[in-house]
């Protein structure tokens, strides 16, 4: 391994960058990411007097935040660190995140000598790392680093959880991330409140698996739903839930949500519609626990909005399980689907199964990823005429600022509309911005 790789934790090699450098950040893969990708620009930032640099052509550190979740994801993560690495040989490249991980190996053939790659473990060091020394405002939690903003400064995302204590057979994420960690409460209210006091109108709950939050600290005595009605106590945004494992929402669960007046759009990755692709997912649940928990959503929550996981393709995956897939995400209560075909991951247990031909992967997945936009297209068309309220963004979609309903539409903004207010609005079919996911 050439110098400047970090090899694993414990190892504290130091690649120097400049005094007040400029820090262009990169992220493939999840909102999670997204996060922290914010929170390690920023904390190397803040902690070296440095500034953010809108391109990577500015910069004299590129941070690349990688994602394994799919070989598609590897290779474009692949791709991006040796792309910086030759067009800008001058920056430091900084590259964490799952491939550094799981899959260090990838990047040691780039041609720079100024790279050095972070494992997970050791992203909350990475002010130390490059500097050789500590951060000047060391912060508690799973990762020490504060909540930044999604866009501009109306919605956050607010990280509660990392890790995952399942094994579903196809999944790399806990070898990349390891088990299940919550924050500590204490931590998530006070970053709540510190967002709340900066001006965000709406804070997003992010993590691997958050259905999972406060089993590792609180031992089930304080669960997601407890925090939940915590937060909501504090006042003065409105809450969103991040994708949640099906499992976990009971009819209980969706009670005390729908108690708490959460957003009312959630993201549930059933994955699959087939109760033997789901057994051989390792998935603890089938086709009627499915179809229960849409009931209880649809009960609980009008006019919510509804998305899902798929996975195309999975392996020994029969036309009929297609086919039970396909009816799943047909499902009038399903509004929109992330399709994932199929891609062995290297240490899963489904790897070592029959794999489908690539073909066959590739038209199942166009298949639902036509179904997905038809699904969201109907479920905007049956909100025209309905009132709701939507938060203003600094964004603009032909020229007009942009609004996000709490049930995940993008509408046009009433015209002197303020960035950061709620707005009641009517859904028109000229407002609703459909291009927009």
């Not at 391994?1 to 130091?14: A, E, F, S, V």
């Not at 660190?81 to 899959?103: D, F, L, N, W």
Request: include cysteine; glycine fraction near 8%; proline fraction near 5%.
């Amino acid at each position: 391994m050439r110098p400047g790789l970090l090899k694993g934790p414990g190892t504290h090699n130091t690649v120097m960058i400049s005094a007040e450098p400029r820090v262009f950040g990169y992220t493939l893969g999840c909102r999670l990411n997204a996060y922290e990708t914010e929170s390690m620009v920023d904390d190397i930032v803040s902690s070296t007097g440095g500034t953010r640099a809108g391109r990577a052509e500015d910069a004299d550190v590129i941070l690349v935040n990688t994602c394994a979740v799919t070989g598609r994801s590897q290779a474009r993560s692949r791709k991006a660190v040796r792309s910086y690495a030759s067009r800008y040989p001058e920056a430091t490249i900084v590259v964490t995140g799952c491939v550094a991980e799981v899959a260090p190996e990838d990047f040691g053939e780039i041609p720079a000598e100024k790279i050095i790659i972070v494992p997970v473990p050791e992203k909350e060091k990475i002010v130390s790392i490059l500097t050789g020394r500590k951060p000047e405002n060391s912060k508690e939690g799973i990762y020490p680093w504060h909540a930044p903003a999604e866009t501009s400064r109306t919605r956050a995302f607010l990280k509660i959880q990392d890790g995952c204590s399942n094994r579903c057979s196809y999944c790399i994420v806990p070898l990349a991330r390891g088990d299940s960690r919550s924050q500590p409460r204490e931590i998530v209210l006070k970053q709540a409140r510190e967002l709340a006091a900066g001006g965000y109108r709406e804070i997003s709950l992010t993590g691997v698996d958050i259905a999972d939050y406060g089993t590792d600290i609180y031992n089930g005595k304080y669960t997601l739903t407890d925090l939940v009605h915590d937060l909501m106590d504090l006042g003065g945004f409105r809450l969103r839930i991040g994708s949640i494992e099906p499992l976990c929402l009971t009819v209980k669960t969706l009670e005390k949500l729908a108690e708490a007046g959460v957003c009312r759009h959630f993201h549930i990755p059933f994955q699959s519609g087939s109760e033997a692709v789901l057994k051989r997912m390792g998935r603890p649940y089938g086709e009627q626990e499915e179809y229960e928990l849409l009931d209880a959503v649809e009960e609980l929550f009008s006019g919510v909005c509804l998305g899902s996981d798929i996975i195309a393709g999975f392996p020994e995956e029969t036309h009929e399980d297609f086919m039970k897939t396909r009816a799943l995400a047909e499902d009038s209560r399903i509004n929109y689907l992330h399709v994932f075909p199929y891609s062995p991951r290297p240490g899963t247990p489904a790897a070592e199964m029959q794999q489908l031909h690539t073909e066959t992967i590739t038209g199942r997945a166009e298949e639902l990823r036509s179904i997905s936009t038809s699904s969201r297209n109907s479920f905007r068309e049956s909100m025209i005429g309905t009132t709701q309220t939507i938060l203003v963004e600094n964004r603009k979609h032909m020229g007009s600022m942009l609004g996000l309903t709490d049930n995940y539409i993008p509408v046009k903004a009433p015209e002197g509309a303020e960035e950061g207010k709620l707005v009641q609005v009517e859904l028109t079919r000229e407002n609703i911005c459909w291009g927009l996911r």
